[in-house]
């Protein structure tokens, strides 16, 4: 099993994340996520070819709701807390940069 | 301390208002001169609640002095971990990237409380975002376990446990994703349940991992956990993963007749490893006791069970860092001072989490991102998953053999605030009992064990911490944990 983080890798990896990390951090997270990693090496050992995996939390059926709409829900709380908004929209910086 | 407070429990609460021994305003305000007094020393919470839920007391005094019939939990003072929303209220999940939010609406578990006039005296500490095994990764502070302030209430529920046992609350809600209910109410000696995966709604819950995460009680008995579950749980539209319960009287009400008739399996995997010997005592002693109900014992295998720390370890950073994606700095809560200096939204987003996130939930984010990352997701995640279903497997098979299954809840008692922080795996080790049932779903009681049942006393002997054990059922057959937990405690 592929199982190093290297320096590089930990960059990569806070950027997907978009979480800024100092190099004192880097460091320790480096330590940490390696001995953690080397935990999971025990995985390894099991036979899992032909077992199906679990996505969910529990089993059931497609959990859908009558196609109507409804005033009992919580859309729109926390919009009056944004910092700038429009029309009930948050607004932010472009994405793409100045 | 009142002497009062020590000896409530819901229904002694609810009797006493009905008796018209005491008011409920009355109850309210002791509590909180109580938490004025003792908090200090433990912090257990990070907020209070008072004007409103004085408020709230007075509304259930007039309608007893009206004569009209009142909920069993009305009037109750219950505290509430800070990650389950009550509108108007801080949540900040333990961070300091929700420092300044005011939750925008109620959880599913608050509206039914709220139904029942339930009264909220606060916000407890945990561990950001509720990660933890300890309380020590809250941003805020630290929260002192009651039975020794040099240690550690458990996490992350540690704030809802350690209010409840320093009679700070007369019940609280905590979640659980990998023991963060069952392992602090252990340590607290106190009673902790985590429900079926999909019994208790998540709505307004701060999301950790959602295939894992439930709300459930702190209390001081089992009958209360019983009271408290009922009033929470059931179906709920703003989550679909909640199930349509059909939870009669026989939570309220076991039936102790079919109580005795459950076969009780003993999982030769929780006690290959020499336990803690204050721990294994406290364990055997429970079995003694629940033996001589003349209820019988097997003993079973879930052969699984050592590899589920890392299927956990590998599934719950994945999902937490998709859920915790959302914390970027703008939309809940900002940290001050930045805008100034930042206007790219990239850089909002790195600045704002680097320093809002804490080592924890960073550890966590950047974990789950490298599992799911391209090249590495079939080797961690995938296989995670399948890992998941072998150790649901272990537990359907042992049901054709036993109903409830009893186990340790920890290795050990409470260890020492500061002792696992520097060992980020050893902190994890801790949750090696109580991380399966939340792998497979099922419900799942930590119970303390008679010598550090919950005392009517003030004395907190620093010699004997609690111990507690944790009774597992099937899928959605609460009542036969509840029930014979309620068993247990009336020997």
């Known amino acids: ?98 | 301390m009142p002497p009062i407070l020590h000896n409530f429990t819901i229904k002694s609460f609810h009797e006493g208002l009905l008796n018209k021994k005491f008011s409920a305003l009355e109850v309210v305000q002791l509590f909180y001169k109580h938490i004025k007094d003792s908090d200090k020393n433990i912090g257990a919470y990070l907020s209070l609640n008072e004007d409103e839920a004085i408020k709230k007391a007075e509304e259930t005094d007039l309608a007893i002095a009206k004569g009209e019939n009142i909920s069993f939990l009305a009037g109750a003072p219950l505290a509430i971990k800070d990650n389950i929303l009550i509108k108007g209220l801080p949540a900040t999940a333990g961070s300091k990237i929700l420092e300044n939010y005011t939750a925008s609406y109620d959880a599913g578990v608050i509206k039914k409380l709220k139904e029942e006039k339930a009264v909220f005296l606060g916000k407890t500490n945990l561990d950001e975002f509720a990660m933890g095994s300890s309380t020590e990764n809250s941003a805020f502070k630290i929260t002192r376990n009651p039975h020794d302030p040099d240690r550690v209430p458990g996490g992350s529920s540690g704030g809802s446990a350690a209010a409840v046992a320093a009679h700070m609350a007369l019940a609280a809600l905590g979640s659980d994703t990998g023991g963060s209910i069952r392992q602090p109410a252990a340590f607290c000696g106190v009673v902790g349940l985590k429900p079926t995966y999909g019994a208790v709604s998540r709505s307004g819950l701060i999301a950790m991992a959602s295939s894992l995460d439930q709300i459930g009680p702190i209390t001081k008995t089992v009958e209360d956990a019983a009271v408290l579950f009922k009033a929470i749980s059931g179906k709920d539209p703003l989550d679909a993963t909640s199930a349509e319960t059909d939870y009669g009287d026989e939570i309220l009400h076991p039936d102790f007749e079919r109580i005795k008739k459950l076969k009780v399996g003993i999982p030769k995997e929780y006690f290959a490893e020499k336990l803690q010997q204050e721990t294994e005592a406290g364990v055997e002693e429970a079995i003694k006791k629940i033996k001589s109900l003349k209820i019988e014992f097997k003993e079973i295998s879930l052969p699984h069970t050592k590899y589920a720390l890392s299927t956990y370890y590998i599934i719950m950073p994945a999902e937490v860092s998709a859920n915790l994606a959302r914390f970027d700095g703008i939309r809940y809560s900002q940290i001050s001072n930045l805008k100034s200096q930042v206007s790219n939204l990239q850089d909002i987003y790195l600045k704002q989490r680097g320093l809002g996130l804490g080592p924890e939930p960073k550890r966590r984010i950047i974990l789950g991102t490298f599992v799911l990352s391209s090249g590495y997701y079939d080797a961690y995640y995938a296989k995670a998953q399948q890992v998941r279903t072998l150790i649901r497997k272990d537990f359907d098979e042992a049901w054709e053999k036993v109903d409830v299954i009893l186990t340790p809840v920890t290795p050990t008692t409470a260890f020492k605030i500061g002792e696992k922080t520097s060992d980020p795996l050893s902190m994890y080790l801790s949750d090696i009992f109580t991380i399966p049932a939340n792998l497979a779903g099922l419900p799942a009681i930590s119970i303390p064990t008679s010598g550090a049942k919950y005392q009517a006393s003030s004395n907190f002997s620093a010699s004997s911490l609690p111990v507690g054990f944790q009774l597992i059922g099937q899928p959605f057959k609460e009542s036969d944990i509840l029930g014979l937990g309620q068993y247990y405690e009336k020997l």
């Open chain 1, 1 to 98: 099993m592929p199982g190093v983080i290297n320096k590089k890798t930990l960059e990569h990896l806070a950027e997907l994340a978009r979480i800024e990390l100092d190099p004192k951090e880097e460091e320790k997270l480096l330590k940490d996520l390696q001995k953690i990693l080397d935990h999971f090496e025990e995985l390894k050992n099991l036979d899992t070819e032909k077992i199906k995996p679990i996505t969910e939390g529990i089993s059931q059926k497609n959990a859908f709701r009558d196609d109507e709409e409804s005033k009992n829900t919580n859309q729109g709380a926390g919009v009056d807390q944004f910092p700038e908004s429009r029309d009930g929209f948050l607004k932010i910086p472009p994405v793409f940069g100045e």
